[in-house]
């Protein structure tokens, strides 16, 4: 008799190498804010990872995103290059990924995390350095809810994105992986939150994009600041662009 095929553990993180698809733009990201907002900390080797396991609590509240330092002990370990991280951002994978999540947003979350990564310094106000000449670090705590910087950069990111994650997070729940989903309901469904697309190219989607399509129409009804194109699915983007460009032409 085939025993049965065991249940395998699952993983709750993700290393994300530099050099992989993802994670070329992720770094690249990275650079780009420490250089903007965060001199102090341009020296600080900082790796990414993704979590897969953080679940939201009974209020739909989820975790977008974390800072930890590294301590003595695993900044012994080395990275690809022979140095030592000294922070790792974690992500929520989940949250990261999604076609919906808008690039503005990934920065936001990104600039945030690395607000929390901060050079300690010392009595006389300069940065503390280790026996073996290397800079220390600590992690900076919220200024209230929020780093003052980041609602000037971003506006009310905090309340927002929270919103936002919440939102996605109900409407991902909302409509099953096999749910079927009519030509006729989803064309009428993204009318209701303002996009009109013919009803012959909805019938041109497979299934997963009619559901992607209406997902994104519950997930911009609940929260209609997340109207904007960035966060459609791609051939939803498209066949609104396709479908506004005659009148473009008009004009
Ligand atoms: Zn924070």
């Not at 989803?186 to 939150?193: A, H, S």
């Not at 497979?206 to 109207?227: G, M, Q, V, Y």
Request: hydrophobic residues 40%; contains cysteine; aromatic residues 8%.
């Amino acid at each position: 008799m085939p025993g049965k095929p065991k249940k395998l553990k699952a993983v709750a993180y993700r290393f994300i190498p530099e050099q992989s698809d993802i994670g070329r733009s992720m770094y690249a990201l990275l650079a780009d804010l420490v250089e903007a907002h965060h001199e102090g900390i341009r020296d600080a080797r900082i790796a990414l990872a993704f979590n897969l396991a953080w679940t939201a609590d009974v209020d739909g509240r989820v975790t977008l995103g974390k800072c930890m330092k590294v301590g003595d002990l695993h900044r012994e370990l080395l990275d690809d290059r022979g140095q030592p991280y000294d922070f790792i951002i974690i992500l929520r994978q989940e949250f990261w990924t999604d076609p919906m999540t808008t690039d503005l947003q990934r920065r936001a979350l990104l600039d945030h995390e690395l607000c929390h990564a901060a050079v300690k310094l010392g009595e006389d106000g300069e940065p503390l350095v280790d026996e073996r000449q290397r800079l220390t670090y600590r992690i900076r705590k919220h200024d209230l809810e929020e780093f003052r910087c980041i609602p000037e950069r971003y506006g009310c990111w905090t309340h927002d994105l929270e919103e936002f994650a919440r939102a996605l997070e109900r409407a991902r729940k909302r409509v099953s992986p096999d749910e079927f989903v009519g030509t006729t309901s989803l064309y009428r469904e993204l009318v209701d939150v303002g996009l009109k697309i013919p009803i012959d190219i909805i019938a041109t989607w497979t299934a997963d994009e009619k559901r992607a399509a209406r997902t994104w129409a519950i997930l911009r009804h609940d929260f209609p600041l997340s109207a904007s194109m960035a966060g459609m699915p791609p051939h939803l983007a498209a066949a609104a662009c396709t479908n506004t460009s005659p009148s473009e032409a008009q004009a």
